[in-house]
């Protein structure tokens, strides 16, 4: 199980750390995200599970369309803000 944690903890950095770019595609980051959401193992350390949960509720109020966004609707510019506040967190994250 500890393999499993850590390739999770490992997994979701690089996805971060990739995907605070401006540059990065949203869209992408959603897909790969909640694929790597499905697959969480559930005796994560706590911190991680923290920003985990987090990204899941961006990812999950994400809307791309600016004109289909609802108040309360994470737009493009939150999303990364979670994202960017991931990584720093799991920069400083041990293990």
Known sequence: MADDRQSTTDSLKRLVEYH???????????????????RVPADLPDDVAAVLDELFWAV?????????????????????????????????HEG
């Open 20 to 38: 605070q770019s401006d540059d990065a595609s949203l869209a992408q980051f959603e897909e790969r995200f909640l694929a790597l959401h499905a």
């Open 60 to 92: 999950e109020s994400y809307v791309s369309d600016p004109a289909l966004r609802d108040p309360g609707d994470t737009g493009g510019d939150e999303l990364r803000a979670a994202i960017r506040r991931a990584h720093s967190a799991l920069t400083h």
